[in-house]
């Protein structure tokens, strides 16, 4: 105030204007703020909300209903303001702050909560964020002045895989106790997608899959089954082709042979660019009868397979043709291994053990997975479903209807320590499963009739990309995509999903379970010649979670997955595990959030949303 305007003001004025101050102060201080009466609520949205923000609505009541509160559903069209209204978006009875496209907010302002975002995708995330933490919310009350902001933060793995090496600086280690070293050492860092070339892209071509590789990297996938790539001809689908010596026209645009061979070369030396290896898929039970390999050498055929012509395995002419074809297209691609369709129950061990054998005499360290259940025998490095338990089950009904295993059937940690519902069947029934080094978790792969992730982050997180398995699914699974009676193989890649807010934050919260697993390989690229001496512990807790608490540790660390399968939000109180190596721990920190929580009594306490789960390193 200036001298000027202070001697226009009477010494009267001035006491009273002081007293009114200091009186206004004081009740400000005695009158503690009301809570939000979360009992009965409505949950506004504008008449004009995207369906984001209607989804980002209906998941905040739903959020409500788990935490036994009952809330209405209404839009702000002819809604003149009330009490108790959460308002989701940009409605005409508030104006929400201002904020960057990937910012939001959720604030108390009288009798509104207000969450707000800078764009749908945003709103979404603050709705996310608001039903996964409304067990805290609700404790404090959220009152008058609460705010909570943050950034919808987009996760790039790509700098977290690991730096593809020269062949001569890959160790061969083996994949069973006693075993010749065969397999490169990079297996133990897999995460892998398996990516059908016609229906990734709009395109359908490799050229316009090197934006796949791009998604791929951006998530941390650092290697690709290819489906077949080979010429389909009359009646083929690709799994139907005319053999491993030619090519599809239509993913290289050229009906040039040595020019499609050079594409599919080129394709292999993008994803290195990107760290991320390339296994092809490879047919061994034979071709469409339009292939001049049955026109020109029917001798090497031996009656049908899937309605087709079989090869016939007995014709040594024909093996050393398939071996050296084999061989051949591994050298003049780059690429760095094989899937191997039916196997090893058409051309057998043998076959694939000399694949090997003679791309290691050339100096390549490949990689071999076998469809079915197999032993190694050192021509195949795991199976492509590591986890299928055959009690009553069959892989035909795994494809048709999938179970999630340990989502209810198999108890994740005594699984691995048994090797109940690993490996082949045969092993499986001698109860002699998972002995060996590498086993995938297979989520999803082309054969299957419906999508079994669906939005579900413990079918991906929980039993995949945390866990001592190389996780395996086919691609889209990751951005929530869905099919249903439709084997998936044929079903375009909705690369639109990503424009949607649940989707979008389902994919960022895969991102973020890869980063935890890329950025403690320590942890996660252990594997022990012997499966079931994984370094993997039960976690107790103390309510039932519907599915096992586990941890993985090593070097004085553990992280520690704290899952909820059951369809209500749970606070609950976790036992750091003793034996381990982790030392007395006074907090544990919540690697999706950052936050700290004191641990007392080598406990500690979380809340889990539903289907949702918390990851904690103690260290």
């Not at 923000?53 to 009330?82: K, M, N, P, W």
């Not at 650092?222 to 239509?250: C, D, F, Q, R």
């Not at 086993?439 to 001592?468: E, W």
């Amino acid at each position: 105030m200036s001298k000027r305007l202070s001697a226009l003001l009477c010494p009267a004025l001035l006491t009273i204007l002081a007293l009114f101050i200091l009186t206004s102060c004081g009740d400000k201080a005695d009158v503690k703020p009301e809570p939000f009466d979360f009992s009965s609520c409505t949950v506004v949205r504008s008449d004009t909300s995207s369906d984001e923000v209607t989804d980002a609505a209906l998941q905040i009541r739903r959020a409500l209903a788990d935490a036994g509160c009952e809330s209405a559903i209404a839009t702000d069209y002819g809604i003149e303001g009330g009490a108790n209204m959460i308002l989701v978006g940009d409605t005409g009875l508030y104006a929400p702050p201002a904020l960057e496209r990937y910012d939001f907010s959720i604030t108390r302002t009288g009798d509104y909560i207000v969450i707000a975002g800078g764009s749908d995708i945003a709103v979404g995330r603050a709705a996310q964020y608001f039903a996964e933490n409304l067990a805290n919310i609700i404790a404090d009350g959220c009152p008058e002045g609460y705010e909570y902001m943050s950034t919808f933060e987009i996760t790039d793995n790509s700098a977290l895989i690991p730096a593809i090496k020269p062949e001569d600086e890959v160790t061969l280690i083996s994949c069973e106790s006693g075993g010749e070293a065969l397999t490169p050492d990079w297996a133990t860092t897999l995460i892998m997608a398996e990516v059908h070339i016609e229906t990734a892209t709009a395109e359908g071509t490799l050229e316009a899959a090197v934006s796949v590789l791009d998604h791929c990297a951006e998530t941390g996938i650092n290697g690709i089954w290819v489906t077949p790539i080979y010429e389909k001809g009359e009646g083929g689908n690709g799994y139907g082709n005319l053999g491993p010596h030619t090519v599809e026209s239509a993913l290289t645009g050229t009906d040039d042979i040595e020019k499609s061979w050079a594409a599919v070369k080129s394709f292999v030396d993008e994803a290195h660019k990107r760290n991320i290896r390339v296994i092809l898929d490879i047919i061994t039970w034979g071709t469409m009868p339009t292939s001049d390999l049955y026109i020109n050498h029917s001798d090497w055929y031996d009656g049908e397979a899937w309605g087709n012509k079989a090869f016939n395995w007995k014709n040594e002419e024909f093996v050393d043709w398939f071996v050296n074809t084999a061989y051949e297209n591994i050298m003049k691609t780059g690429a760095d291994g094989y899937r191997c369709d039916c196997e090893p129950n058409y051309a057998g061990y043998d076959v694939f053990s000399r694949i090997r054998r003679l791309c290691l005499d050339a100096g390549r360290k490949i990689l071999i997975i076998a469809e079915d259940g197999c032993e190694r025998a050192g021509a195949f490095d795991m199976e492509q479903d590591g986890v299928l338990s055959y009690k009553g089950w069959s892989r035909g009904e795994q494809y048709q209807t999938p179970k999630s295993f340990y989502l209810g059937e198999l108890d994740i940690v005594d699984s691995i320590a048994l090797g109940d519902g690993i490996g082949s069947q045969k092993l499986q029934n001698r109860r002699s499963g998972g002995q060996y080094r590498f086993y995938t978790y297979c989520v999803s792969n082309h054969d299957y009739q419906y999508s079994i992730t669906n939005k579900n982050r413990l079918v991906m997180g929980y039993q995949a990309i945390f866990s001592p398995y190389i996780p395996l699914w086919y691609l889209g699974a990751e951005i929530g995509m869905e099919a249903q009676a439709q084997v998936i193989y044929f079903v375009p890649v909705d690369w639109s999903l990503m424009d949607n807010a649940e989707n979008a934050m389902f994919y960022e919260d895969i991102k973020r379970y890869i980063k935890i697993r890329r950025s403690y390989p320590e942890i996660f690229e252990y594997f022990p010649e012997d499966h079931r001496d994984a370094n993997i512990v039960r976690v107790e807790t103390s309510a039932d979670t519907g599915v096992t608490a586990y941890a993985r540790y090593a070097d004085g660390k553990a992280i520690i997955i704290v899952p909820n399968s059951t369809d209500s939000a749970l606070t609950l109180s976790v036992t750091i595990p003793s034996g381990i190596g982790v030392g007395s721990v006074g907090e544990v920190t919540n690697l999706l959030t950052g936050e700290k929580t004191a641990v007392s009594g080598g406990a500690f306490e979380v809340t889990v949303a539903p289907s949702h789960m918390a990851v904690f390193i103690a260290d």
